[in-house]
């Protein structure tokens, strides 16, 4: 099924985002651009019929709860670390990058309010500022710094939250139009 981009922001504009189911075509649209189709497919399609923007406070839902859970595990793991500070100093490091105030769960937030104010490039902004918090506390800050080779959870709680993310990127640019 193939839907072109034009005739899609039509059909947008005359029937409204809050009436809009988002058609098979556009989650494959959305899908194809990310590092991990067959997470993003199933993500989109947990409820095929909702509309673009019902589907994006879903996936914004689910932003929160993955970076929460991820805060959470990054505690346990700093009480763990005690006797080893290159392990607390990274996962410090990963508290702030994920924490309210400079990092992915203030930005969950940010996302949430742009969406309602539909200011959808405002929320694609945010979204990305998840990723990039998400590429630095795995990374490390430093290019020139090897990254913590990290065997807990946190790489696969962190691929989570950088893919649903990214999810709400790549719908932003479709609202945006
Ligand atoms: C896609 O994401 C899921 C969930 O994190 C993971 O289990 C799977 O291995 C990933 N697939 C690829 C191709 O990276
Ligand atoms: C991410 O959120 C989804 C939906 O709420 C949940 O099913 C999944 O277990 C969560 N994964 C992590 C790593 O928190």
Redesign the pocket.
Same mark, same amino acid.
Do not use: E, M
């Given at each position: 099924m193939v839907y072109n981009f034009s005739s899609f922001v039509l059909v947008f504009l005359l029937f409204g985002a809050s009436s809009y189911a988002i058609p098979v075509g556009e989650v494959n649209d959305i899908c194809r651009q990310s !590092?991990?189709f067959?997470?993003c497919f199933t993500l989109l399609n947990s409820n095929p019929s909702t509309n673009l923007v019902t589907l994006t406070q879903r996936t914004i839902n689910v932003a929160r709860v993955n970076v929460t859970n991820t805060i959470k595990l990054i505690k346990l793991l700093i009480s763990q670390s005690a006797g080893d500070p290159n392990a607390k100093n990274h996962y410090t490091s990963c508290l702030v990058h994920f924490n309210y105030n400079e990092g992915a769960l203030g930005k969950v937030d940010y996302a949430q309010e742009m969406l309602k104010n539909k200011d959808y490039q405002g929320m694609g902004v945010a979204a990305t500022a998840i990723v990039t918090y998400v590429e630095d506390c795995i990374s490390g800050e430093s290019p020139s710094d090897p990254p913590y080779p990290d065997h807990s959870m946190l790489p !696969?709680y962190a691929?989570?939250v950088e893919?649903v993310a990214e999810i709400i990127v790549f719908i932003s640019k479709y609202l945006g139009h």
């Open positions: !590092k991990n067959s997470f !696969k691929y989570v893919l």
